[in-house]
């Protein structure tokens, strides 16, 4: 296959042309630059500083994928990997997943979850970069990987990790969507003694309630229409590392006491099975919701509430943090341009003030996607400044009866989702000067749902 003149961000590996094919039809139409070979040698030959992620099939001839996950977790640590497997080859998968690897797709995959699972390996692998990059010059009271904060609420944060990274207890992890949750459980794990050991994640609300149990927990064969073989559960994919139960306030009422069950004594059937298992595992969960308030809605089990709730940690939105802001931007402002290879602009103090007063609802998160946007949008190269940014950041709420306001629910009154949505798009692609794939990076959304999107609002 021939070389683009970009480095790729990920390079991968199968024998089987269609799969090259496909994957790489999948990744260039989501933006995400990658090149792939039909052998594992030519991968490992290719990698560089700047791969984030390699995708490697596993049975290929000359050195197979088991050989690739060995060279690359030897030589380049920082750098995920994952695994492409048949049906018929999940004893090998989670073998590849004891290794070091960081997830597996079973072909043929759905490309959704694809791009999810590849999204989701490069983020890690850009913060343990970013990581090594600022070893030797990050502030003591920092140890997150991916963090930035000299705030009273986030050293608090520091500290607690590193107090209870090394407890085996269970711990909890509240806060709102966009605080960072997930990179908080990743430092847990890395501060624990289960640090070689695999980090599994469980994503609650992303799965239908009647796969979620077979998920968390295996199945047999024949336990259910479609189980044609024996599935291992994540909890046993986790063995003697964490497993990441992410927003539990979304788990299903009627699976609650197997994990309550779990917990206590760290066993557990798969589904359709006799034979009761067990797995020595960390259990780290996190939640956006209040899940005191789920228990009095009775949506929620008390005795698991206090089960999960040993070691809590609460982590602050932005809002509540507001003189992180300065040094946030920084950050992005630093990582987005070296990205670039440019030489990065000046934040002038009144859009930096601006900033710091917004009440972000998306937190650090949308903190980072409107630093991106104005720096890529900016009048000048050298400046940025309050024109660059965001109308709903620099609007008078008085100007128009509150309309567009952070925060001003009262303002959007009757107004339908639809025509939110529908409203978004438009905006947002004209922002992006029609472009699909930057407009779907924005929003959030596949490339493909924009276009889903267009249709269905006839624009």
Known sequence: MSKISKSPLILGADDDELVRNVLQL?????????????????????????????????????????????????????????????????????????????????????????IHQVKRAMSFSKSQLENKALKGTTSPTSPI?????????????????????????????????????????????????????????????????????????????????????????????????????????????????????????????????????????RVVAATNRNLEDLVKKGTFREDLFFRLNV????????????????????????????????????????????LMEYPWPGNVRELENVIERACLLSFSETEVTPEDLPDELTRDPSSDGGSGAPGGLSSLAGVSLAELEKQAIIETLALCKGNKAEASRLLGITEKSVYNKLKKYGL
Do not use: W
């Not at 594992?40 to 990698?47: M, N, R, S």
């Not at 699976?255 to 069950?261: A, S």
């Open 145 to 281: 990987q991916g963090f930035k904060g000299n705030s009273t609420a986030m050293k608090k944060v520091f500290k607690l990790v590193e107090r209870l990274g090394p407890a085996n207890s269970a711990i909890l992890i509240t806060g709102e969507s966009g605080t960072g949750k997930t990179l908080i459980a990743r430092s847990l794990h890395s501060e624990s003694p289960r640090s070689d050991k695999p980090f599994i994640t469980v994503s609650c609300p992303s799965l239908p309630r009647e796969l979620l149990e077979s998920e968390m927990f295996g199945h047999e064969r024949g336990a259910f229409t479609g189980a044609n073989e024996r599935r291992l559960g994540r909890t046993e994919l986790a063995q003697g590392g964490t497993l990441f139960l992410d927003e539990i306030g979304d788990m299903p009422l009627e699976l609650q006491p197997k994990l309550l069950n779990f917990l206590q004594d760290k066993k557990f059937f798969r589904v359709g099975g006799q034979k009761e298992l067990e797995a020595d595992v």
């Open 26 to 114: 999948y990744l260039e139409k989501t933006g995400i630059s990658c090149e792939f070979f039909d052998n594992g040698q030519d991968l490992a030959d290719a990698i560089d500083d700047s791969t984030l992620l390699c995708i490697t099939d596993l049975n290929m001839p000359g050195m197979d994928g088991f050989s690739v996950l060995e060279k690359v977790k030897k030589e380049y640590p920082r750098i995920e990997v994952i695994i492409l497997t048949g049906d018929n080859e999940a004893a090998q998968a989670i073998s590849a997943l004891r290794k070091g690897a960081f997830d597996y797709l079973t072909k043929p995959f759905d490309p959704d979850e694809l």
């Open 311 to 354: 070691l809590p940690i609460h982590m602050p939105s932005l809002r509540d943090r507001s003189e992180d802001v300065p040094l946030l931007v920084d950050h992005f402002v630093s990582k987005l341009f070296k990205r670039l290879k440019k030489p990065p602009p000046h934040f002038h103090p009144e859009t930096i003030q601006i």
